[in-house]
Each structure stands twice: as structure tokens, then as C-alpha cells.
């Protein structure tokens, strides 16, 4: 394996940079999270918004709508 040698600046503008990226993928999923969340409780409050297609198809179809 080759060694490689980088400049103290260069390496400090490299993990500046890692710093800006990881602060940004922590605030995506933060939100992501927070989306989440945010609509498992309206399934709780409604749990008929929660159903799928299917569950739903297979509903109509025991009532003989479909």
C-alpha cells in the first residue's frame, strides 16, 4: 500500500467539509424521522388511513363491491 501525504490545510478543508456533510445527512434524517413519525400518529388517531391498496381491495371484496 502507497502512503500519501497531504497538506495540514488541505486536510483541514477535507474535514471542514465532512463536518458540513455530516451535519447535513443528520439534519435530513432528523426530518425524515420527524415526517415519520408525525404520521404514525395520525395512523393511531385514524388507523383506517394506515390501510393498503390490498387490505383495502380485500375488504370491498368480502362486502361483494368488487
Do not use: W
Not at 2 to 16: A, D
Not at 40 to 60: A, F, V
Amino acid at each position: 500500500m502507497e502512503t500519501l501525504s497531504i497538506s495540514k490545510e488541505k486536510f483541514s478543508k477535507i474535514l471542514e467539509d465532512f463536518e458540513v456533510l455530516i451535519n447535513d445527512v443528520e439534519s435530513a434524517l432528523s426530518e425524515e424521522n420527524l415526517i415519520v413519525r408525525k404520521r404514525m400518529n395520525e395512523i393511531k388517531l385514524n388507523p383506517s388511513i394506515g390501510k393498503t391498496e390490498q387490505e383495502l381491495d380485500d375488504y370491498l371484496k368480502k362486502r361483494g363491491v368488487m
